[in-house]
Nanobody
Framework: QVQLVESGGGLVQTGGSLRLSCAAS????????MGWFRQAPGKEREVVVS????????TYADSVKGRFTISRDNAKNTVYLQMNSLKPEDTAVYYC?????????????????WGQGTQVTVSS
């Protein structure tokens, strides 16, 4: 069993930055691939980025490449999402998720555990 708690969301102006954190409990975190997803009102949940168990492999959505960076600290059971150069279209609820797979995956149904989400709002 893995429990995930996101933090770090908020309101920021266009071009600003935020850092999201996802704290995980459970013994399997260090062997789990992790992902950040987001869902805007009226839209489907979409992958932002995923990272493998060791942090050596990442896969980014084209819309965030060069602006967002995922990292993980297995000693702290935490995964981070650094978001720079934010745009209004980045506004969404951001979710952290854990998969039983070691590798990355862009598919929501590959993930077994989800956090409650944190709101990110980018004003124009």
């Amino acid at each position: 069993q893995v429990q995930l708690v996101e933090s770090g969301g908020g309101l920021v102006q266009t071009g600003g930055s935020l850092r999201l954190s996802c704290a995980a409990s459970g013994r399997t975190f260090s062997s789990s691939g992790m992902g950040w997803f987001r869902q805007a009102p009226g839209k489907e949940r979409e992958v932002v980025v995923s990272i493998n168990w060791s942090g050596s492999s990442t896969t980014y959505a084209d819309s965030v490449k060069g602006r967002f960076t995922i990292s993980r600290d297995n000693a702290k059971n935490t995964v981070y999402l650094q978001m720079n150069s934010l745009k209004p279209e980045d506004t969404a609820v951001y979710y952290c998720a854990a998969t039983s797979r070691y590798g990355t995956s862009p598919l929501p149904y590959d993930y077994n555990y989800w956090g409650q989400g944190t709101q990110v709002t980018v004003s124009s």
